[in-house]
């Protein structure tokens, strides 16, 4: 081998470890050496698709799922390492409770309400006893809401040009057709949140689109929720009604929205929705305004969805615990 291949080969090395590390925390000894040293307790784990990945799609929208082998690996290789799964209320004990637990602990989170949670991660939780929770975005259910990251990804990947407003972004290479997802992305991120339809018809003006297809094809439904939320092993949690970027709505639509999706959970369930998780949850999305007014509401638990291990730190401040985005 030669110097350079070397160089290549220890930087690449370097690279896997790092990601090791940083995506499965805890799971090697030297993650858990690291991150033990800052008081870590357990990871809390952020998922929202589990089905088979596509090999041909755009990266940004492929890291939303994890393969239905790869969670069943995850799931086996914390067994192995003796840690414990914990449900929801479970980590809420472990967070109110003055003492640290004897082991380290792995909590599942799941959001939006995508039907492969059902068809595609329930049965292996339910193979090992597993507990997990779904954050449930009613609008998801309603088919009301536009999972348009997912339209946007059809478009780019089906022409070799995308337009954008009044931008024409070439798509022919695949790194030309992750830049413009990227950038795209970015744009309607920022968008008027109440105004969104309106907006992504202006912008997409070129073509004729059904902005709701895709929440039709994969939602779950409210009678899978139901049995969900009746199952041992699952807690449903809020997510909101129509999951906007919180920090772009007023106090008023902020309330709002959280609090309807909260009543439609309990309405649909028949069970007090204890738990909640930011939409988005990144801090372009979330901040200071929006983990004081959560307070209003009284959950036991909030999530973000960044900052690593849940630590003694965490034990103090419950409007914004982290989370793990477990990419495979």
């Known amino acids: 081998m030669g110097l350079v291949e070397k160089i290549q080969h220890r930087a690449h090395t370097f690279y896997r470890q790092k990601i090791v ?6 799971l090697t000894s030297l993650s858990r050496k690291e991150w033990q040293k800052k008081g870590a307790l357990g990871v809390v784990y952020m998922l929202h698709h589990i089905s088979p990945k596509n090999p041909n799609g755009i990266p940004t929208n492929e890291d939303l799922k994890v393969s239905p082998t790869f969670l069943e690996h995850i799931i086996l290789n914390y ?13 809420w004990e472990v967070i109110k409770s003055s003492t640290t637990p004897q082991k380290p602990f792995i909590v599942f989170t799941i959001d939006d309400g995508y039907a492969d949670n059902y068809i595609q991660a329930l049965p292996i939780f339910e193979k090992y006893g597993i507990p997990f929770s779904i954050f449930i975005a009613t609008d998801f259910i309603n088919h009301n809401s536009i999972l348009w ?3 946007l990804e059809d478009l780019i990947i089906q022409n070799t040009t995308i337009h954008f407003g009044n931008i024409i972004y070439p798509t022919k290479s695949f790194q030309e057709k992750w830049n413009a997802f990227r950038i795209i992305r970015e744009a309607i991120l920022g968008y008027d949140q109440n105004n969104l339809l309106k907006e992504l018809q202006n912008d997409f003006s070129h073509y004729t689109i059904d902005w709701y297809a895709p929440v039709k094809r994969q939602a ?3 009678e899978q929720i139901k049995e969900l939320s009746n199952h041992p092993l699952c807690t449903i949690g809020g997510h909101t009604v129509s999951h906007p970027a919180l920090n772009k709505l007023s106090e008023t639509d902020f309330l709002r929205e959280v609090a309807d999706g909260i009543t439609i959970l309990k309405e649909e369930t028949g069970h007090d929705i204890s738990h909640f998780a930011y939409p988005y949850g990144s801090p ?6 929006e ?6 509401f009284d959950f036991k638990t909030v999530f973000s969805s960044y900052g690593g291990c849940i630590t003694l730190d965490n034990k103090s401040n419950t409007t914004h615990l982290p989370r793990v985005y477990l990419h495979e």
């Open 284 to 289: 372009s999305e979330i901040g200071e305004r």
């Open 220 to 222: 779950l439904s409210w």
């Open 21 to 26: 590390r940083e995506q499965y925390p805890m």
């Open 291 to 296: 983990y004081q007014l959560i307070k209003k």
């Open 79 to 91: 067994k192995k390492e003796n840690f414990q799964f914990l449900s929801l209320d479970e980590l």
């Open 149 to 151: 990251w997912d339209i």
